[in-house]
């Protein structure tokens, strides 16, 4: 039976991704993952009969993980009221240039030149991203520790150096940069994360080897065990 096979991979990708996407439900999720299977008999057919058991369930993690991508950026777009097209993804840097804005109110976006990008007068609004992206922002501070909001609070509103912020709370410079960045990496993860990848669903083999391999047939057990774009274990958080 499907659900019996794949029913704890289900569950652990729906609710990693409702980890990243705060706003979403791992129920919600869960049920879009299913749906992938009733929309993909043939190419699950596939990968079960021509694949052994350990690579033919990391295709199927790899469209479960697609599927629940799109899903959350479709979802997060829609409960910011901005549409999906407009979808920006955050890094430190961004993070940075909007946090001013939003704890003094201006919501002024900075050229690209200010951000590094170019040598060019355009401001981040082209596109219609930059309220979209001060909302995700703004709403996504509201969740954060009282600590974490009032550290960024010192950085970006009141546009304290780290020694001063060190001086303050009777830390190390070392200690207040760590704690930025912290906090900056909570707000990252509620944001979704970086530029999610599209993965791979197919096997690279090495010249010689065959789709089965009868001697590797380990089974996916491990509900903490996700898989690179490379197609290389790693461990989630």
Known sequence: MVVERYEDLVGHIAYEFSRKFH???????????????LEHPKKLKHWETEYDDKNSIKLVARSLRNAAKDYCQREKAKSLG???????????????AILP?????????????DMGY???????????????????VEKCLKKISIDQYMI???????????????????????AARMRINRALNTLLNMLGGNRPRKERDYV???????????NDNEQWENPTQTFSEDGDEENDL
Do not use: H
């Not at 549409?83 to 940075?96: G, I, P, T």
């Open 204 to 214: 690279e083999q090495e010249p010689g080897e065959t789709a089965s391999n009868e």
């Open 82 to 96: 901005y549409r999906v097209e407009d979808n920006y993804y955050y890094d430190k840097q961004l993070l940075e």
């Open 152 to 174: 960024l609070s010192y950085r970006f509103s009141d546009g304290l150096e780290i020694n001063k912020i060190a001086e303050d709370l009777s830390v190390s410079q070392d």
């Open 118 to 136: 170019s040598n060019t007068k355009k401001v981040l609004s082209e596109g219609n991203n930059w309220l979209a992206m001060c909302a995700d």
């Open 23 to 37: 706003m979403i439900e791992a129920a919600d999720i869960r049920q879009e993952l299913w749906l992938w299977f």
């Open 101 to 113: 804005g939003i704890f003094n109110g201006s919501r002024v976006p900075p050229s690209l030149t």
